[in-house]
C-alpha cells in the first residue's frame, strides 16, 4: 500500500482521486471529478482553493476538502 501526497488540483487528476467539498457549518457536500475543480478553481495549491470556497446553502467559508481514492487504482 502506498501514499500519495495530494497538494495541488493536478495531483487529483495525476493520481485520479476524487476531491469532495464538504461545509463545516451546514454539512452541505458536493463531490468534484478532477477536471471539474480544475475548470472551476484552477490546478492550483488545494489550500488556496479551500480559502476561496463558499457554501451555496449557507454562505459561509468554512470548506473540508476531503481526497477521495481512485474508483479504479492501478
Keep these: 500500500m502506498s501514499f500519495k501526497k495530494i497538494g495541488t488540483a493536478g495531483d487529483l ?3 485520479g ?6 461545509c463545516g457549518f451546514c ?3 458536493t463531490t468534484l471529478h478532477p477536471f471539474d475543480v480544475i475548470q ?12 476561496r470556497l463558499k457554501c451555496s446553502r449557507c454562505g459561509r467559508k468554512e470548506a ?3 481526497v477521495l481514492d ?3 487504482p492501478d
Design 13 to 15: 487528476l495525476r493520481f
Design 17 to 22: 482521486c476524487s476531491l469532495r467539498i464538504e
Design 27 to 29: 454539512h452541505a457536500a
Design 40 to 51: 472551476r478553481c484552477g490546478a492550483g495549491d488545494l489550500a488556496k482553493i479551500k480559502r
Design 64 to 66: 473540508q476538502l476531503v
Design 70 to 72: 481512485p474508483l479504479y
